[in-house]
């Protein structure tokens, strides 16, 4: 029995919404479950899943719609009222607040010396609040999607202009000054400053520059698209200039997937100008040399560990961790890649693809990398995620594929994730345990082996508690190793292959065109200078690692205005601005 329910004006996070459609969907009375708000998006999402109903015509922004598939009414009664509970027990947890904060107006005014909005809500409202935040003179990290390409470009020069960064759309992860923002891990301050266009890359290489013993002063992300033709690296470039003249970073980190290449020119000719010892990463790219006081790493642990020689000024070069014990598997040979790190996944499929020697051709939609019995799938990817939490939230998705490995028996390996940090699941490993031993007691008794390997992602300092998550995953016979790249390695040695790494000579730097670089505005310096102080746009669990951290932060209770009508919002905000 399929119901629309509509409760009118009853806006709620997203991710609130999602975990509780997740736990509703594990009950035995639910056929299916799906709450969201009813935006545009979110309809055709409810629509395209096959939730279609004449009620939903009748949804708006500000509405919590649930489709609710169950077998009777009394089961109905029940689910509504769990929904009820969970909703208020969510709102009580949140505490008691002085003043709601429903505009920019009282944003300002309750936090005058804000210098940073983080920006979290639905994609298609999302370029209308970066523009309200660069017209009050804040930097924007947003951490929404979906925002056209068209409007990046144009926001992001727009913020340039006015001496302003836009980090995103799309940006996961950052640290400001110390201050951990969205996914992110609890890292040691340290002089490291590390540029990143993938956020679970800035993740993988922060967290392990703290291994190492080093630090970084600020991870600034610039959203994946940031090296794009149309965008044309312009975030990315002010922060390389910006860092070259931080007098608290003595190393800069660049990482980004493929960009452009004109754009990639472009900043490697900023970085020859630059005066400090710099690390690039392009990922999928295998660079054969370095140039003085420019190097160039092809995976995120190199990146890590030559940044990290940089600072202790020991020889830069790079020494992988091998590849930890394993039984060769005789039967089988097929790898399988089940990443919620969507640039941890891009790495796998590049690094297999080299010593495999697998054909460069385009993966099927949905993978990474698939050629015959290997596959890497970034389950973080939008069409693994759309109505859904993302899979280093929710463990729903991995559980279901690790469990297909039964009936998978070309499969040898099984490499995973789990990234720790604010953002991510409570306890990843415990989540994912009973999947893994049902998994590996149905291969034995089909007289298989399945070797599973894991990397976890964070810090001795991350709340999840990184060496119990390594005890429980080693406990139920997984291999868990120190990055991703030893991961891969270990997963190759099980069917006999391995990773081949050239030592890179060093050439003199090449010349740059540019004659000078230019000089950063006193706000940017201000932003990466000193800890900022956040007016946080959207959800309201962003505000817990800036919280921990010492840092201010003022929760802009945001909902859609105009009724959701986002042409007629643009609209009535250029009348407010317009001078008559």
């Known amino acids: 029995m399929l119901q629309t329910i509509i409760m009118k004006n009853s806006y709620q996070d997203s991710v609130v ?3 509780l459609t997740s736990k509703l969907n594990q009950l035995a009375e639910v056929n299916r479950v799906s709450i969201m708000m009813g935006t545009p998006s979110n309809i055709d999402i409810f629509r395209a899943s ?27 009664k029940k689910i509504l009222n769990m929904i009820e509970e969970e909703l ?45 935040a660069i017209d009050n003179g804040l930097h924007a990290f947003v951490f929404s999607d979906n925002v056209p390409i068209e409007e990046e470009a144009r926001l992001k020069q727009k913020a340039h202009e006015k001496g302003l960064l836009v980090m995103g759309p799309d940006c ?73 003249e931080d007098p608290d970073t003595e190393v800069i980190v660049v990482i980004s997937k493929p ?3 004109e754009i990639e020119e472009r900043v490697l000719n900023v970085l020859r100008k630059v005066t400090k010892p710099v690390v690039t990463l392009f990922l999928g790219s295998k660079p054969t040399y370095h140039e003085k006081g420019l190097y160039h790493a092809y995976t995120l642990e190199e990146t890590a560990q030559l940044a990290t020689k940089l600072m202790n000024e020991e ?11 394993v039984v060769a598997n005789q039967k089988n040979s097929g790898i399988k890649g089940y990443y919620s790190g969507g640039t941890l996944a891009y790495e796998a499929a590049f690094v297999l693809s080299d ?24 389950l973080g ?7 859904k939490p993302h899979p280093m939230i929710d463990p729903e998705i991995r559980i279901e594929k690790i469990k297909s490995v039964v009936d998978q028996e070309e499969t040898a390996v099984v490499i995973f994730d789990v990234v720790l940090g604010y953002g991510a699941h409570e306890d990843m490993a415990s989540a994912l345990k009973p999947a893994i031993e049902e998994t590996i007691q149905k291969t034995q008794e089909a007289s298989r082996e399945v070797t599973f390997i894991s990397v976890v992602v964070g810090t001795d300092e991350d709340k999840q508690n990184m060496s119990n998550q390594i005890k429980i995953l080693e406990e139920i016979g997984v291999t868990v190793c120190e990055n991703n790249v030893q991961a891969l390695q270990t997963a190759l040695a099980v069917v006999g292959k391995k990773v081949n790494f050239e030592t890179k000579e060093v050439k003199e730097k090449e010349v740059s065109p540019l004659e000078e670089l230019p000089q950063t505005s006193e706000k940017i310096q201000r932003l990466i200078g000193e800890k900022p102080s956040i007016i946080n746009v959207g959800l309201q669990s962003f505000t817990e690692s800036i919280i921990d951290n010492g840092g201010e932060v003022t929760h802009f209770e945001w909902r859609p205005s105009a009724g959701g009508n986002v042409k007629l919002q643009k609209i009535l905000y250029f009348l407010n601005q317009f001078e008559f």
């Not at 004449?54 to 077998?71: I, P, S």
């Not at 009282?106 to 209308?128: D, M």
């Open 17 to 19: 919404l999602m975990l």
């Open 50 to 76: 096959g939730f279609d109903t004449e009620e939903l015509d009748e949804a708006t922004a500000n509405d919590m719609v649930v489709m609710l598939d169950v077998v009777s009414d009394e089961d109905t």
């Open 88 to 132: 208020s027990q969510t709102s009580s947890s949140e505490g008691a607040v002085e003043e709601k904060i429903n505009s920019w107006d009282k944003a300002l005014k309750k936090a005058p010396n804000a210098n940073v909005a983080l920006i979290s809500i639905p994609g298609e409202y999302a370029a209308l609040e970066i523009e309200q």
């Open 172 to 244: 996961g992860t950052g640290v400001i000054h110390g201050l951990p923002l969205a996914f992110t891990n609890n890292n040691r301050k340290g002089r490291i400053g590390v540029i990143g266009a993938s956020g679970t890359g800035i993740q993988e290489v922060t967290t392990l520059i703290h291994r190492y013993g080093q630090g970084v002063t600020n991870a600034i992300g610039t959203g994946g698209r940031d090296l794009s033709t149309e965008v044309g690296a312009t975030t990315m470039i002010d922060t390389i200039v910006a860092l070259n």
């Open 259 to 261: 960009p452009a290449k």
């Open 315 to 325: 020889p830069v070069i790079y020494t992988p961790a091998p590849a930890k014990e």
């Open 355 to 378: 010593a495999l020697g697998l054909a460069k051709e385009k993966s099927p939609e949905g993978f990474t990398l698939k050629s015959g019995e290997h596959e890497v799938i970034d």
């Open 381 to 387: 990817d939008d069409m693994y995620t759309k109505g």
